[in-house]
């Protein structure tokens, strides 16, 4: 047995491939021939290979061609043209962003994005009471149908569009402990109370349904994460706020149901005298994309 | 397909949106079975062809279109990897339906069974996330849509020693994963 290659996977790798040398091979063969453990490699490498060879194509789809070409278009980069030209172009550009950005310093502070984007779908709960209540710096407008802004259209997702009616905004009354006002609407949310007593102020829960939006709101989560890919054709995303009117928020569970999504959380009052955590201003979950959201606050 | 473009003639007798047309397929592929995902293969290929755009001033067709079409995309690719595996995705709970972790090989099939087209499809995309981005390319490459030696030393620039080391170990390791189906597949 020739120990310089008996066994020797990459020997025998290339042997199945012809990629020895004339003299190597007819040696590599006649030891092959006479060696059981040998054959067997060369046998199971054969069958892998037929196994991948027969690994069928994918077909990216009708019009692949022409949307890559179109992108490609869009972006309008240059292309052949003198290395000059591209460095002029480009310090030209890069001399318009800074004056964009010493524009932008200039002027005063910009809100936060979130607070101005009516663009966001907000639910109001309605039995807050008023003093535990913490408006955003525009007053958010109270309908029996929730804003929801048409985002970015796929072929197959029926876009969404609600009108907006003004209504004023009503001070909130407890008529009982369990009194509970309830907000449907299609793309809207609703809000039912458990059994239990006093009714928390209900947070101003999120629902999230294209990418604008998504890219907003992951901009106040002040991470440095990149933005977690959704595809809004089968997916929406819930934003809870982690704390709000005094209260810390927290996600139990999501269920679902036909045509229907429960977001379950629970209240844990803050405490001056316990340690503080740091939280990101909203806790976040993807989840399949339904009509209607409902939130459900439990024990 | 239009061949009067002259935003794309960047080089004599070298269209790019010919280019696109004739590999751009090829390209999809070589993405897909490298990141096993339809929806990022695509996005790789749209970054493969914007690159390739940008510099395509560069390529003098010393080589053929598709070794640095290539060569972009498995570049693409390794950076994705590189990129996820330092900064992985934060979140409650996601159920992206193509997510799923690594799912190994069923332990011996029983001897008669007779592997369907997808289940074998399903078992090498298996096999490829077993391997590491250089092996798994060469495999691709090679055993899949059977390019030559030279083609694959082009795309990586590496030697012909190296892809045959890395070849030779890439077959190993399928060698592993696979012996409960080589029975089968025999």
């Known amino acids: 047995m020739n120990k310089n290659f008996c066994k020797n996977q990459e020997v025998l790798s290339a042997y199945l491939d012809g990629m020895l040398p004339e003299e190597r091979k007819s040696r590599v063969k006649g030891h092959v021939e006479s060696c059981p453990e040998c054959s067997q490699i060369i046998r199971e490498m054969e069958a892998i290979r037929r196994l991948l060879a027969e690994y069928p194509e994918k077909d990216p789809g009708v019009g692949f061609e022409t949307a890559v070409l179109n992108q ?42 979130l607070e101005k984007d009516k663009s966001l779908e907000l639910s109001r709960m309605v039995t807050a009471e008023k003093e535990n209540s913490t408006l955003p710096a525009t007053k958010p407008e109270i309908s029996d149908k929730s804003v ?21 905004v009503k001070q909130p009354e407890l008529a009982s402990e369990t009194a509970v006002k309830k907000e449907t609407a299609r793309g809207g949310i609703a809000l039912k109370s458990t059994d239990g007593p006093a009714i928390h102020p209900a947070p101003q829960n999120i629902v999230i349904r294209n990418k604008k939006d998504w890219e907003g709101i992951w901009l106040t989560q002040n991470l440095t994460l990149p933005l977690p ?34 977001v379950y959380y629970q ?28 939130f459900q606050q439990v024990k | ?8 003639e960047v080089t004599p007798g070298l269209n790019f949106e010919n280019v696109v047309y004739q590999e751009g397929k090829k390209v999809y592929n070589l993405a897909y079975r490298l990141c096993g995902n339809s929806e990022e293969a695509k996005d790789i290929v749209q970054e493969t062809f914007m690159k390739a755009y940008e510099n395509f001033h560069r390529f003098q067709g010393k080589s053929q279109v598709f070794t640095y079409l290539y060569r972009i995309t498995f570049n693409i690719w390794k950076n994705r990897i590189r990129y996820k595996n330092r900064h992985p995705i934060f979140s409650l709970q996601h159920n992206g339906p193509e997510e799923k972790a690594f799912d190994p090989p069923d332990p011996a099939p029983p001897p008669d069974k007779i592997l369907e087209t997808e289940e074998k499809s399903s078992l090498v995309k298996k096999c490829l996330e077993s391997l590491d981005p250089a092996e798994r390319l060469i495999i691709v490459m090679r055993d899949i849509e059977g390019k030559s030696y030279e083609e694959i030393t082009r795309v990586l620039n590496c030697r012909l020693g190296t892809v045959k080391s890395r070849l030779a170990r890439a077959r190993g390791r399928l060698r592993e994963i696979l012996s409960p189906h080589l029975k089968i597949l025999k």
């Open chain 1, 229 to 262: 890919k959704v595809d809004f054709r089968k997916q929406m995303v819930i934003a809870v706020p982690s704390i709000q009117n005094g209260q810390e928020y927290q996600v139990i569970k999501t269920e679902e149901k036909e045509n229907l999504t429960i």
């Open chain 1, 72 to 113: 490609v278009k869009e972006r309008g980069l240059p292309v052949s043209f003198r290395n000059w030209s591209r460095r002029i172009s480009y310090s030209l550009g890069g001399l318009a962003l800074f004056l964009i950005i010493l524009v932008l310093v200039q002027r005063p502070s910009i809100q936060p994005p």
């Open chain 1, 148 to 168: 929801v802004l048409p985002g970015e259209v796929y072929p197959d997702q029926k876009s969404v569009k609600l009108k907006t009616e003004k209504q004023e």
């Open chain 2, 1 to 8: 397909m239009n061949t009067n473009a002259p935003d794309f």
């Open chain 1, 267 to 294: 209240v844990i009052p803050l405490n001056k005298d316990t340690a503080q955590t740091i939280l990101p201003p909203y806790q976040i979950k993807i989840v399949n994309t339904q009509p209607i959201v409902e």
